[in-house]
Structures are given as structure tokens and as C-alpha cells.
């Protein structure tokens, strides 16, 4: 990657979205819990061990099943609902700033419908860095408009870069719209 924005024409970012490790390994715990809940449920109701392990026939379906039984299909539909996520990829896209037509076009994957959003950098104020530390950490960028207290953030939910690298990048890119960089302390 190039360290100097300001000898470029255009900036192409790739985000990532909801592919990531993590989503995978909290789907498939998800998944294996879900079907082990709606099993034991029906384990208990029908009085035939359908899990390898323990003895869910055992279990009074009344209310233990059926506590189970309700376990199982609330950790299913988070399921689906993850699965669909990482499926469309929730959140991925680019930013694309474009030095010569003057904007910034920013691009994401959204729930139904993709969102699009066209900035010129004549609305743009200012590049700021949200940086939190703490048990929730937080590291991205964002742009500030003009005349809006909002910022429109660039970078992905939960990527996590180091402190420098986020700085970095900042830096480079209020240095390549010719804008002030806030956030530095």
C-alpha cells in the first residue's frame, strides 16, 4: 500500500464485512447448541435418547423440556439470523475517493437493499479518529460534514488496527481532501 495519498488520483478502501472468524465460530457454538436444546427437548418428550451424551429422556418434559425445547428455538433463530449475516456479507463495500470529479462515493452491503453514498469534498470538514480504549475498544475513522454533528464512518465495525496504523491512515487521507485531521490528543 502506497504510505503517501497525495501523489494518487483516486483511493480505492476495501471494508470487510461479516465474514469474519468469529461470526463463524459463534454460528456453528449456535448451531451445535441449538440442535442439542430442540434434541433434548424431544428426548425428554418422547422418552428415546437422541443425543450421544447424557440421558435427556430422562428429564421431566414438563418443565425441563420444555425449557429446553425454548432454548433451543431462540439459539435457532439468532442462528438463522447470523447465518444470513455472514451470507450477505453485512457491512462490506469500499469508499472510493476520487481526486478529480471531487467525491467520495461510499459503498455497503446492507439487510435488504445496498447503500450508497455520494459526499463531494467541498461538504467534507474534517477527518476524525474515534478512538475509545476500555473493555469495548474502538479505532475507526470517520469523516465530519460540514454544517452536521454526525460523522460517516469509513472503516469496518470491529477492526480492530493498531493505534499508529489507524493515525496513519488519517493522516493520509485529511492530507489527500486537504482537510484539518481531529481526534489526536
Known amino acids: 500500500m502506497n504510505n ?5 488520483a483516486t483511493i480505492e478502501q476495501k ?3 461479516s465474514r469474519k472468524l468469529s461470526n463463524y465460530i459463534v454460528g456453528g457454538m449456535l448451531t451445535i447448541g441449538g440442535v442439542g436444546f430442540i434434541l433434548a427437548s424431544i428426548s425428554s ?5 437422541l443425543l450421544p451424551l447424557g440421558n435427556p429422556s430422562t428429564l421431566l418434559f414438563v418443565p425441563q423440556g420444555l425449557i429446553m425445547g425454548a432454548y433451543g428455538v431462540i439459539a435457532n433463530l439468532l442462528n438463522i439470523y447470523l447465518w444470513y449475516m455472514v451470507f450477505i456479507n453485512f457491512g462490506s463495500g469500499f469508499n472510493s475517493f476520487d481526486k478529480s470529479s471531487k467525491m467520495v462515493l461510499i459503498k455497503r452491503k446492507g439487510l435488504f437493499k445496498d447503500i450508497d453514498v455520494n459526499i463531494s469534498f467541498d461538504e467534507i470538514k474534517s477527518v476524525k479518529l474515534d ?3 476500555g473493555f469495548n475498544p474502538r479505532r475507526r475513522i470517520g469523516l ?3 454544517g452536521r454533528r454526525k460523522i460517516l464512518p469509513l ?3 470491529g477492526d480492530l488496527k493498531p493505534l499508529l496504523e489507524v493515525e496513519e491512515e488519517g493522516a493520509r487521507l485529511a492530507k489527500f481532501l486537504s482537510v484539518n485531521l481531529e481526534g489526536i490528543k
Open 4 to 8: 503517501d495519498f497525495s501523489s494518487l
Open 155 to 157: 472503516s469496518s465495525a
Open 45 to 49: 418428550y418422547t422418552g428415546k435418547d
Open 131 to 133: 478512538i475509545s480504549e
Open 15 to 17: 471494508i470487510n464485512g
Open 144 to 146: 465530519v460534514l460540514k
